[in-house]
Nanobody, 120 residues
Framework: QVQPVESGGGLVQAGGSLRLSCATSERTGTRTMGWFRQAPGKEREFVASITWRGIIVYADSVKGRFTISRNNARNTMALQMNSLKPEDTAVYYC???????????????WGQGTQVAVSS
């Protein structure tokens, strides 16, 4: 397995919570791990990232509501999403990259995505 695999998406009411997980291979190593999302008709956008050393960056739209974490020994990552809003509805993608950051070009391994739907 080289491609990341996401899990944990689903349907939740506004104000609810979901936890996304991402499983990757040993290739991840010290690469930065990140979450992106893409809503229907919109560009894929950055959500959060975490470096191997634990430096975290969040998009302004999710600060205070989402928490990113990773387990370096297992090459896994999680995204705890609380206080979900309808505008959080999107396909969420896990990605890893040597560059990282908040732009898509910083990542070169992408998962297939997991759907998150938040009802009002």
């Amino acid at each position: 397995q080289v491609q990341p695999v996401e899990s944990g998406g689903g349907l939740v009411q506004a104000g609810g919570s979901l936890r996304l997980s991402c499983a990757t291979s040993e290739r991840t190593g010290t690469r930065t791990m990140g979450w992106f999302r893409q809503a229907p008709g919109k560009e894929r956008e950055f959500v959060a990232s975490i470096t191997w050393r634990g430096i975290i960056v969040y998009a302004d739209s999710v600060k205070g509501r989402f928490t990113i974490s990773r387990n370096n020994a297992r090459n896994t990552m999680a995204l705890q999403m609380n206080s979900l809003k309808p505008e959080d509805t999107a396909v969420y993608y896990c990605a890893t990259g040597a560059v990282g950051g908040d732009l898509r070009w910083g990542y070169d391994d992408w998962g297939q995505g997991t759907q998150v739907a938040v009802s009002s």
